[in-house]
Structures are given as structure tokens and as C-alpha cells.
């Protein structure tokens, strides 16, 4: 990655929807033990998915080799999840793909199935 830092997660998000946007879909975490709280970067971009979340949080990748690509959003997803969880002061927000449309989405809590 060829970027000067990564976004701090709380100059992109608003982390206030994020405790609102749980408390609204409450139940339905408690039935399936996970809920997808906010889209980062929405699966119709297809291909440019990972391009646009790692410019979104800040990171120029100079090199389009897609393994390069994968493995930048990886590391930044990580990043990201670590520092979500220490600003909402819970482990269980955290950024990762949406298996079904290709999305990068915030979820909270650990799916017990598909969603």
C-alpha cells in the first residue's frame, strides 16, 4: 500500500448511527446473532469494490495486481475492525464482506447462519 496512513474509522463513519442502527435491529441480532449495520461500499461496483473502499479509508494502491489488491483490503479491513471495535468499546462491530452481494459492510456480532 502506497498510502501516507489509513483513515482513523471515526473520520468515516458517524459512530453514533452505529449504536442506533444496533439498538433499532436488536431483535433480529438476538434471533441470528449478527446484523449488517451500515454498507461501506455497495456490491454493485463489481470489480472496483476494493478499490473504492481502500480509497475511501485513505490508502493508494499504486499496483493492480488483483492478489495485491486482496491482500491490501484484508489488511485494512483489519485495521478498520480493530479500531471499530476499540472506538465503540465492543468487539463485536466489526467490517468484513457481505457474502451475498459483495459488499464491505460494519456488522455486529458473528452470524450463527447465512443472513
Known sequence: MDGVRMMQI??????????????VQQDYIDLHGCA??????DGHRGSHVSMHFLEMMGELVSDNDQEMIDAAVAEVIEKASAQLGDAMGDDNYHIDWHEDDGSICIFYGYCKEDL
Open 10 to 23: 471515526h473520520e468515516v463513519l458517524f459512530l453514533n448511527t452505529l449504536e442506533e442502527e444496533k439498538s
Open 36 to 41: 449488517v449495520l451500515s454498507t461501506l461500499v
